[in-house]
């Protein structure tokens, strides 16, 4: 049986035009894949009824066994999504009644809040509560309910799960629409792939194409599908493959750990940060940003838990902060200058005392675009770790990029720093 395959449909002239930004397409595309569909295509329109019906009518062309819209469920004009699918799927649309008191039960309670027209509202809620006969209802989590949609006939359509545009509302209602009968249906044919993230740090991309090409040559990489993906100097490689092709992935990985040996510092997705985090065991970090302005700090409390191990962090730009916050001697701001190996390191000692902390990080650079030179020239980072038992790691390089890479590469340099001295 091949695999299911599906396809998304973000409605929006918002979400087309940029002023929001999509959070649906991607959440959604990994729900269907951890359900074992292959998602083939996610696409954006405007709130037209012939942009809308443009996209239904693609992923039919395209054969999804599924279509996923977000958006266009409200009370308003443009709010068109419910009635388009209905023709899409040859579908009827009528009052559902049940539904309609449910709405209006939750509008109710906003129009006596904020003193809206009761009148005004409950035209809105007519019109949410028209939805396509036979077509199992979700929700509402806000006011505007959820559908799956099986298309009448024998037209070889795709089942359509319509879904509201607030991700908040969307999240709920998606353990509701897995539920249902259509959705199973189409989901017997789902196979849900094995996976396996290496993540690297250090090595360039046209390696990585070099070894897969290698690769393909001598034992071929026929079911298998590989992405790379260089993120914050970090490289991602995925490797899914149906469950049948496990020696065929594992033969790969192999062939990735002969020849980056460790370069390879991650084999089951595990990021850097969460690493830091567990190689602590309970002690205590601290922070010293310049270059990364807090950014370091970001990602080492982004997880919850943090406050087991993170202590603080003190982001001091200027050499007036480094010297009264962190203690940094102004005699070495003056003979060396602030973006040094010597100022990194007094940064790190002094977090580490002042925090009263096992470990400390601390980051000094040039971001860029300006304050570069022929010494130093942008891109410019200072790393330095110090442990409360004496031991430290130091590290300078020069990083490639704009500003924002720059900061975020560093913050990445920066944890691998630590990693390395935490692991010995």
Known sequence: MSQATAGIVITGTEVLTARISDRN????????RETGFDVRHITICRDRSEDITSQLEFMHAQGVDLVCTTGGLGPTADDMTTELVAKFCGREMFLDEPLLEKIRGIVRVYAERFGWDMEAIDQGAVKQAHVPRGAAVLGPAGTAPG????????????????LPGPPRELQS????????????????????????????????????ARTLREFDDQVGLDGLEVTTCLRGGEMEILISHHPSDSARRQALVSTFEQQYGEAIFSRDGERIEQQVARLLDGRKLALAEAVTGGLLAKRMTDAAGASVYFQG???????????????????????????????????????????DADFAVSTTGIAGPTGGSEEKPVGTLYVHVAARDGRSNAFHIVLP????????????????????????
């Open 25 to 32: 397409g991607p959440w959604l595309s990994e729900r269907l």
């Open 147 to 162: 559908l799956v949609v099986e298309p009448a006939g024998d037209a070889g359509k795709p089942i359509v799960v319509v």
């Open 313 to 355: 962090s003190a982001v001091t730009y200027s050499n007036e902060a480094k010297a009264e916050v962190l203690g940094v001697d102004r005699a070495v701001l003056d003979a060396v200058g602030a973006v040094s190996a010597e100022v990194a390191e007094q940064m790190a000692v002094g977090a580490l005392e002042r925090f």
């Open 173 to 208: 209602i998606w353990a509701e629409a897995v539920e249902t009968d259509a959705f199973k249906k189409v989901a017997r044919g789902a196979v849900v792939f094995e996976e396996q993230m290496l993540r690297m740090i250090g090595v360039p991309e046209p390696e990585i």
């Open 401 to 424: 990029g704009r500003r924002e890479d720059v900061q975020d590469r560093s913050a990445t340099v920066a944890l691998h720093a630590l990693r390395a001295l935490l692991a010995g």
